[in-house]
């Protein structure tokens, strides 16, 4: 059974980092594509960040420098470094696999 379960969100000033880790069961991430998603309140969920299982990465242009997808293969782990953080980030930040999501952690940016 897969399951993939997002943490580290929090709250954060404007300018800050956070990383958000997406701990996965069930699949292989390093054999995976895999994504992040946000949804912001009232707006529709959008893609964030890609990672194929080859390696390569694609992101929104909005977090283009600013965010960073990576995995840990020993870990099965997939995270999301951001940085340079704003307000406009705020949102429930969800890890996909195909059809498979988390219960998404929430990051809260003040200004």
């Known amino acids: 059974q897969v399951q993939l379960v997002e943490s580290g969100g929090g709250l954060v000033q404007a300018g800050g980092s956070l990383r958000l880790s997406c701990a996965a069961s069930?699949?292989?991430?390093?054999?995976?594509?895999m994504d992040w998603y946000r949804q912001a309140p009232g707006k529709q969920r959008e893609l964030v960040a890609r990672m194929s299982s080859g390696g390569s990465t694609n992101y929104a242009d909005s977090v283009k420098g600013r965010f960073t997808i990576s995995r840990d293969n020993a870990k099965n782990t997939l995270y999301l470094q951001m940085d340079s953080l704003k307000p406009e980030d705020t949102a429930i930040y969800y890890c996909?696999?195909?059809?498979?999501w988390g219960r998404g952690t929430q990051v809260t940016v003040s200004s």
């Open positions: 069930g699949i292989i991430v390093r054999l995976s594509s």
């Open positions: 996909n696999w195909i059809t498979y």
